[in-house]
């Protein structure tokens, strides 16, 4: 029984397009993560929702905008995608926000061409 | 200065050795130090989890924290080929704080 899924595990998108990922735990946390991870393995933190409520913004272009329909879910659209979006994007949940263990999905490979 | 350093690797070990895995940090106001595992193509996962200074033990595993020189370290004993994987320290606080990753160091352990 999957903790974290994401769909999908595979986008491959052109320029420009406008594409979403979705998340889901069924851990019964109240904070999840979204995390961008580059070519060098480089794990940053993009948005942050405890509650459907955003706790955490990093310098992340507004091309990108989450979205939490309940605590359970935490969405990513990303509207005119471009080159250097390409990485995997992790969903990742915790107990509470801050310091806790937090589980990760499997990923999603994104790849813009 | 980034908050959380580590050195990438690759680090290439003889099944059975003793492999030493090191994060520094800059900000002492950290208080829970994390280490992660990411096999290729997988998430991470947690393999240890340490509140303050000092030493855990779980298994082959030993993690080691010293606030007073912000210096983290996991050690692995008699390394095997199925702990080739990348290694993540993590750093995070309450109050807000947000946990901070460092860069991974690639192992690879040869049979």
């Known amino acids: 029984d999957t903790a974290v899924s994401q769909t999908p595990k595979y986008l491959v998108t052109q320029m420009g397009n406008d594409k979403s990922i979705k998340c889901e735990q069924n851990?019964?946390?109240?904070?999840m993560y979204w995390y961008k991870q580059d070519s060098k393995k480089f794990l940053k933190i993009m948005f942050s929702?405890?509650?459907?409520?955003?706790?955490i913004n990093e310098t992340v272009p507004n091309r990108f905008s989450p979205k939490s329909p309940d605590k359970a879910h935490l969405n990513l659209h990303i509207n005119s995608l471009e080159l250097g979006d390409s990485a995997v994007y992790f969903c990742?949940?915790?107990?509470?926000?801050?310091?806790?263990?937090?589980?990760f999905g499997p990923g999603t490979r994104l790849l813009v061409l | 200065q980034k908050e959380v350093e580590q050195d990438p690797g690759p680090l290439s070990v003889p099944e059975g050795a003793i492999v030493s895995l090191n994060c520094t940090y800059s900000?002492?106001?950290?208080?829970?130090f994390m280490w992660y595992r990411q096999y290729s193509r997988k998430g991470p996962e947690l393999l240890m989890y340490?509140?303050?200074?000092g030493n855990k033990e779980d298994g082959r595993f030993t993690a080691q924290v010293d606030k007073s020189s912000k210096y983290i370290s996991l050690f692995i004993r008699d390394s095997q080929p199925s702990d080739s994987a990348t290694y993540l320290c993590?750093?995070?606080?309450?109050?807000?704080?947000?946990?901070?990753f460092g860069a991974g160091t690639r192992l690879f352990v040869k049979a």
């Open positions: 990742a949940s915790s107990q509470d926000g801050g310091g806790e263990t937090q589980y």
């Open positions: 851990l019964g946390h109240d904070t």
């Open positions: 929702y405890n509650n459907k409520e955003l706790i």
């Open positions: 900000n002492s106001a950290f208080q829970y």
């Open positions: 340490t509140y303050s200074s």
């Open positions: 993590a750093i995070g606080g309450r109050g807000g704080f947000k946990t901070i």
